[in-house]
């Protein structure tokens, strides 16, 4: 018999506020796009690069490939946090 298990992406920290702080000045920082793959998410990444570079004088945005269904390969998340200012991720299912 299978067994079918659920994943909450929920935290158990409910006491306690998250706070991340957002980044000020967009000028000569470096953006990283987590891409899942969906062709309308590829589409929203090219332009937003282009209105990144030209409205907020971004230094690049670089992209990273994440899978569309799983936890993202071990070490991905610490190579974006060294390399990039800011990240832009979501999904465009």
């Given at each position: 018999m299978q067994t079918l298990q659920y994943?909450?992406?929920s935290s158990p920290n409910v006491e306690r506020k998250l706070?991340?702080?957002a980044?000020?000045?967009l000028r000569g920082k470096r953006i990283a796009f987590l891409n899942n793959g969906w062709a309308s998410y590829t589409f929203i990444g090219e332009r937003m690069e282009e209105?990144?570079?030209a409205r907020f004088g971004t230094e690049v945005m670089k992209t990273y490939p994440i899978p569309t269904s799983c936890a993202p390969p071990p070490?991905?998340?610490?190579?974006v946090v060294a390399?990039?200012?800011?990240?832009?991720v979501g999904m465009a299912n």
């Open positions: 994943l909450d992406p706070y991340v702080p980044v000020s000045e209105a990144l570079r070490g991905l998340l610490d190579t390399e990039a200012d800011a990240a832009v």
